[in-house]
Nanobody
Framework: QIHLVESGGGLVQTGDSLSLSCSFS????????MAWFRQAPVEERQFVAG??????YYADSVKGRFTISRDNSKNMFYLQMNSLKPEDPAVYYC??????????????????WGQGTQVTVSI
């Protein structure tokens, strides 16, 4: 069982930046995908960004504003969020799993989830 813990959420203003961190207890032996999902109230969970074998993937809504990165030596990965918009507030979850590439943006094949961290953006 891999445990993930997010940190870095909070309240910011539109246009501000925020950095989320995710620490994980151990690295899976296969080539995992590490990703961020988010869920706003009364909305479905959405893929935000993922990193897999050195390649990064982004939702269109965050492309150019958010950056995912990882540091395997520290068992950490990150989400740098710039130019935050009113539509970005949500609970952000860090996840690890082994989806096939075509399913990378689906939450179905991610076995390990953090508890979530709230991001709030004031207008």
């Amino acid at each position: 069982q891999i445990h993930l813990v997010e940190s870095g959420g909070g309240l910011v203003q539109t246009g501000d930046s925020l950095s989320l961190s995710c620490s994980f207890s151990e690295r899976p032996s296969n080539r995992p995908t590490m990703a961020w999902f988010r869920q706003a109230p009364v909305e479905e969970r959405q893929f935000v960004a993922g990193v897999r074998s050195g390649y990064t993937y982004y939702a269109d809504s965050v492309k150019g504003r958010f950056t995912i990165s990882r540091d395997n030596s520290k068992n950490m990965f990150y989400l740098q969020m710039n130019s935050l918009k009113p539509e970005d507030p949500a609970v952000y979850y860090c996840v690890i799993g082994s989806p096939i590439l075509s399913a990378l943006r689906s939450d179905c094949d991610y076995a390990y989830w953090g508890q979530g961290t709230q991001v709030t953006v004031s207008i």
